[in-house]
């Protein structure tokens, strides 16, 4: 080897350890840091490549996302629900992503058609309520909570909320805007109270005996389920988990998920960080610590999760709950859903 080959060898193989020191990949993250922290170190461990996470409320993170614009040095947005991450892309905040691994591992219906936002972890919006009060029999659908035999006993949180956004926008993609609308106004005249609270709120006030039936995600229920707390415990364990719709679309579902930002520095590390956000190990890991469903299938769920049952879920693609959410929210309002 002639010196000058010697030498531009060597500097290649400088060049390949800096580089590889300095892989690194800046996460937005709307979920509590507890919940993806050990995933990312194990991501981080197998591909040598850092993470940097910031972690936040979702809507703060696409706010600060906007602000920061082509400056941002965020690669990958990470947030729940369709509704929120179609947001995302709507105001110019993701890039597409061709990936046959993500395609391959995430159902159509739970990613982005542009390639822009993927599920990653799956809940379903449920019926719960108090068995000492409701019999079985009384509940069948989403739509049957409407009805006036539910006076009185309904508890719900507000309209700020983009879980009930979403499930109003399954209903208008199902039902139609106008039977929708009536929908929202027989729940809010349905109430035990003024909307309030986040979904565990929900689950304790049926516990205390406020109201009988309400609507929540599966993971909180799971949650206070398996919580240290013996008062949240307590709560859980005296509400049922009803599925509604079984008899025709399925259950609605949502999904937390990620993109990669318009503005990414880093875009082979942020896609190589959502393809391991989909192996089979980082599946089980993060829908058992999260008491979400995988997205993937083949993919074993909790055993509190197990307990629910199985159920039929809503084939709707979510990117419908993104296309319809400003008309839900509109509606929601129309209806007096505070
Ligand atoms: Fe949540």
């Known amino acids: 080897m002639t010196s000058k080959r010697v030498l531009a060898t060597l500097c290649a193989t400088l060049l390949s350890a800096v580089s590889a020191q300095s892989a690194e990949v ?21 591909t040598g490549i850092k993470v940097n996470l910031v972690s936040g409320k979702d809507d703060a993170l696409i706010e600060r996302l906007k602000a920061e614009g082509a400056q941002s040095p965020a690669d990958v947005l990470m947030t729940a629900d369709a509704g929120r991450l179609h947001r995302a892309k709507a105001a110019g905040l993701l890039q597409a992503v061709d990936s046959p691994t993500l395609n391959a591992a995430i159902p159509a219906a739970y990613r982005d058609p542009g390639n822009q936002w993927f599920g990653l972890t799956l809940r379903a919006r449920v019926i719960v309520y108090a068995p000492e009060r409701v019999k079985r029999e009384e509940l069948s659908t989403y739509e049957g909570l409407a009805d006036p035999s539910w006076k009185g006993r309904v508890c719900m949180r507000s309209s700020d909320s983009i879980y009930n956004q979403s499930l109003t926008a399954a209903l208008i993609a199902h039902d139609g805007e106008a039977a929708t609308l009536d929908w929202a106004k027989g729940v809010v005249a349905n109430l035990a109270r003024p909307p309030k609270g986040g979904d565990r709120d929900q689950i304790k006030a049926i516990a205390a005996g406020e109201c009988d039936v309400s609507l929540v995600n599966t993971y909180y229920l799971a949650g206070m389920q ?17 599925w509604p719709n079984q008899k025709d679309r399925g259950a609605h579902v949502n999904v937390s998920g990620a993109g ?6 880093n875009v082979a590390e942020a896609r190589k960080l959502l393809e391991f956000l989909v192996s089979d190990e980082a599946q089980r890991w993060y829908a058992e610590v999260n008491q979400e469903y995988p997205v993937k299938a083949g993919i074993a769920i909790s055993p509190t999760l197990r307990t629910m049952g199985a159920f039929k879920a809503d084939a709707l693609p979510l990117a419908r709950l993104g296309e319809l959410n400003a008309q839900a929210v509109r509606l929601l309002d129309r209806a007096g859903w505070r």
């Open 260 to 265: 990669i930002t318009a503005a990414a520095k």
């Open 26 to 46: 800046n996460v937005y993250s709307g979920r509590g840091e507890a919940l993806i922290k050990p995933l990312l170190d194990t991501f981080s461990k197998e």
């Open 226 to 242: 398996n919580a240290e707390e013996p008062a949240e415990r307590e709560a859980a364990a005296k509400v049922a988990v009803f």
